[in-house]
């Protein structure tokens, strides 16, 4: 069982209302020796899927046999979650492009500086919650540097990034502290988002996380195989150039799509006018993100994200 289960509340900064600035960190202990495993969500605080996700985690896993220990981080960015927006509202920077942080920088910089030292620092193994904000639902998982890891989430649909020329990609992210410096084991999900119930995918999060925690023997049970997976090295996002109702016409998230299908339209709410027909960038895709409802956007927003199916493996 837990040995004992701790609340983490390091300070970082001081805001304007003369509050203090907190990390807020759930620690749970085993009685036997082993990893300590971190599991985080809302970076950006318009992702807050992952957070009910970890709530019900917590629920699961306090009553549990563990080895090691969990640092469960609900909420990595309090200041944007609390408003719903993606950046924090004080100085509107994206909080995953400032890792390794800066003590004295903005807020954001300060926050990200208090997350390397007092979680990603500490931890052996990183699972990192994402979803599709309020309006683009998503549903894939990032292949880093632990492949097993990622495809014991059970997700049908991996994405493995290719390095850039300058060899770098998603710079300033957690990745930068985790793999980029401390080369320790690491998985992204991406999955769901769009005002939709996220009850589903809720639950599709805490069984693909205890399966990743069984993988690394942190919890009892055998784990549960991996389904037929997909994994592809290229996506793209795609973004409307009209604001106004977008529809989507494409088929749903890990289902393929080709070049002569339209992913969607954008559709003026005053005159009912189509403004602007979208189509897949790829002769053979498959859908990783998309609204699943007619919500409003503004040019330049995020629609769909295809993955190319070219050079795909399983």
């Known amino acids: 069982m837990v040995k004992s289960i701790n609340q983490l509340r390091p300070k970082f900064t001081t805001n304007a209302d003369g509050s203090d600035a907190v990390l807020f960190m759930h620690e749970l202990v085993g009685e036997e020796d082993g990893p300590t495993i971190g599991i985080s969500a809302s970076i950006h605080g318009n992702e807050n899927t992952g957070s009910q996700a970890i709530l019900e985690l917590f629920r699961v896993l306090k009553d549990m046999k563990i080895k090691g220990r969990i640092l469960l981080l609900p909420v990595a960015n309090p200041s944007a979650f609390a408003v719903n927006e993606r950046f924090a509202t004080i100085d509107k920077v994206d909080l995953n492009r400032q890792f390794p942080g800066n003590p004295r920088g903005t807020y954001s910089q300060q926050l990200a500086h208090a997350l390397t030292e007092h979680y990603l620092n500490v931890i052996d193994v990183h699972i990192d919650l994402h ?3 309020d309006r683009p639902t998503v549903d894939y998982v990032y292949i880093w540097n632990d492949e097993e890891l990622s495809r014991a989430f059970g997700s049908k649909l991996l994405y493995r990034p290719v390095e850039n020329k300058q060899g770098t990609v998603f710079g300033g992210t957690t990745k930068s502290v985790t793999i980029d410096t401390r080369n320790i084991p690491v998985a992204v999900i991406e999955l769901g988002g769009g005002i939709v119930d996220q009850t589903p995918y809720i639950k599709r999060t805490v069984d693909g996380v205890l399966n990743m925690l069984r993988t690394k023997g942190v919890i009892p049970g055998d784990v549960v195989p991996n389904p037929q997976q997909i994994v592809v090295t290229e996506l793209a996002g795609i973004r ?4 106004g109702w977008i529809e989507t016409l494409a088929p749903a998230n890990g289902e393929v799509i080709t070049g002569d299908q339209l992913l969607g339209r954008v559709v003026s709410p005053y005159n009912f006018e189509v403004l602007e ?4 960038p790829f002769a053979k895709g498959v859908m990783i993100m998309q609204h699943l409802t ?6 330049g927003d995020y629609a769909y994200m295809v993955g190319n199916l070219d050079g795909a493996t399983d």
């Open 131 to 133: 979803s599709g904000t």
């Open 240 to 243: 409307p150039s009209q604001g």
């Open 277 to 280: 027909e979208i189509k897949t």
């Open 294 to 299: 007619r919500n409003l956007v503004q040019s």
